[in-house]
T-cell receptor, first 111, second 117 residues
Framework: GAGVSQSPSNKVTEKGKDVELRCDPI?????LYWYRQRLGQGLEFLIY????????KSGLPSDRFSAERTGESVSTLTIQRTQQEDSAVYLC?????????FGPGTRLLVL | AQKVTQAQTEISVVEKEDVTLDCVYE???????LFWYKQPPSGELVFLIR??????QNEISGRYSWNFQKSTSSFNFTITASQVVDSAVYFC??????????????FGQGTILTVHP
């Protein structure tokens, strides 16, 4: 990809616990996206940040999901009171030109 | 709303065969971008191509070629002389509107390509 990194690469948690996923975008890339990919499915848009503008949260599936980003820096996606259906790969993407480049993802397993 | 359909869930071929992955899209926007991404077993999404709605020229890159037909709302992807390393999930995707870099991608469900030696 274009140098986007995500951590952790894998996360196993128990149902009901909170988890925090991190995305480090390329420096200077103002737009950042979070997507979710459930097993065997395509990607679902979650949230989009553009500079200091209000984020587009239209894809967040419930109020247990939230994300933060300050300016053009690191973004964190938080899932509170995790459920088994939250198990998925969470991908972060940054934009170069008109193309989104993806990080390696965080594989979340909720037991 | 946008929609991307990849009707082929899984394709299996033998090495050196040609294979075409189909993609059909729906959008009310007159301007949009179309994409193909590859997701190998490692899981990372790899960008392959971007095409804007004003450019219907077909494109070839090595063994890869893309056929964009606005009249049928299709953006098909052909791999010539397939290789085992081409085995992956391939996603077609669309961003609507105005050529903006910042629209959210709508993905198809993906096509699993398996190339056997």
């Amino acid at each position: 990809g274009a140098g986007v990194s995500q951590s952790p690469s894998n996360k196993v948690t128990e149902k009901g616990k909170d988890v925090e996923l991190r995305c480090d975008p390329i420096s200077g890339h103002t737009a950042l996206y979070w997507y979710r990919q459930r097993l065997g499915q395509g990607l679902e848009f979650l949230i989009y940040f553009q500079g200091n503008s209000a984020p587009d949260k239209s894809g967040l599936p419930s109020d247990r999901f939230s994300a933060e980003r300050t300016g053009e820096s690191v973004s964190t996606l938080t899932i509170q009171r995790t459920q088994q259906e939250d198990s998925a790969v969470y991908l972060c993407a940054t934009v170069t030109g008109a193309t989104q480049y993806f990080g390696p993802g965080t594989r979340l397993l909720v037991l | 709303a946008q929609k991307v359909t990849q009707a082929q869930t899984e394709i299996s071929v033998v090495e050196k065969e040609d294979v075409t992955l189909d993609c059909v899209y729906e959008t009310r926007d007159t301007t949009y971008y179309l994409f193909w991404y590859k997701q190998p077993p490692s899981g990372e999404l790899v960008f392959l191509i971007r095409r804007n709605s004003f450019d219907e020229q077909n494109e070839i890159s090595g063994r890869y070629s893309w056929n964009f037909q606005k009249s049928t709302s299709s953006f098909n992807f052909t791999i010539t002389a397939s290789q085992v390393v081409d085995s992956a999930v391939y996603f077609c995707a669309l961003i609507p509107g105005g050529g903006t870099s910042y629209g959210k991608l709508t993905f198809g469900q993906g096509t699993i390509l398996t190339v056997h030696p």
